[in-house]
């Protein structure tokens, strides 16, 4: 299963998420070949499991100048273990926007979650959705884009994967789930991107 982050290369750049502590050193290397520590603004998080903010102490106390966007309940949930000082945390909930100097973000929550603090982030200006933990799957081997995954795998992929985070998605109404997924259409994106998904691109949105 993959494990991914993302930065959003906008005026003010923007850190998607912190992976897990156990890749700390990778993961921080990785973001600053992206963008120098003190140009990053803003640091988005997800939710609140460790696979998403594993480094974001670290990396917050790396990039002086950020903003961590998080939401109260996520705040509360994580208790001690967020060293970051309220005069750096922004709270967002779903539905909200968020000004990144060229583009304002939209803060929308997924389909599919295992946190109640869950919200993905779409940017309009690139027509990437950030899904976080929905629309995942196990992989045999390492892939970037879905379109490399055998169609048939990535559909019981996708629908095992579900059942995992989200096994309360047996239990819904068909109607009512489907405008979760409606209201994720209706954005119009044309990559998803997600913690662990492959990159799934325009021919497979």
Not at 105 to 118: E, G, H, N, Q, W
Request: charged letters at 20%.
């Amino acid at each position: 299963v993959p494990l991914n982050s993302m930065v959003i290369r906008s005026a003010e750049p923007v850190v998607v998420d912190t992976g897990m502590a156990d890749n700390r050193e990778q993961f921080l290397a990785d973001v600053f070949s992206i963008v120098e520590p003190e140009d990053i603004r803003w640091v988005f998080i997800s939710h609140d499991d460790i696979d998403h903010t594993g480094n974001l102490n670290a990396l917050m106390e790396l990039a002086p100048n950020a903003t961590v966007i998080l939401n109260w309940f996520m705040q509360e949930r994580m208790g001690a273990t967020l060293e970051v000082s309220p005069m750096r945390q922004r709270w967002v909930g779903d539905g909200e926007r968020i000004d990144v100097g060229d583009r304002a973000l939209l803060a929308v929550r997924p389909p599919i979650y295992d946190s109640p603090t869950t919200r993905g982030l779409f940017d309009p200006t690139t027509g990437v959705y950030w899904a976080s933990d929905s629309f995942a799957t196990p992989m045999l081997s390492p892939v970037r884009n879905v379109a490399e995954i055998d169609p048939g795998m990535w559909n019981e992929g996708m629908a095992t994967f579900n059942q995992y985070v989200s096994p309360w998605i047996t239990m819904t109404d068909d109607r009512k789930f489907q405008a979760t997924v409606d209201r994720i259409e209706a954005l119009g994106a044309s990559y998803f991107a997600g913690c662990h998904t492959p990159v799934i691109g325009r021919s497979h949105v």
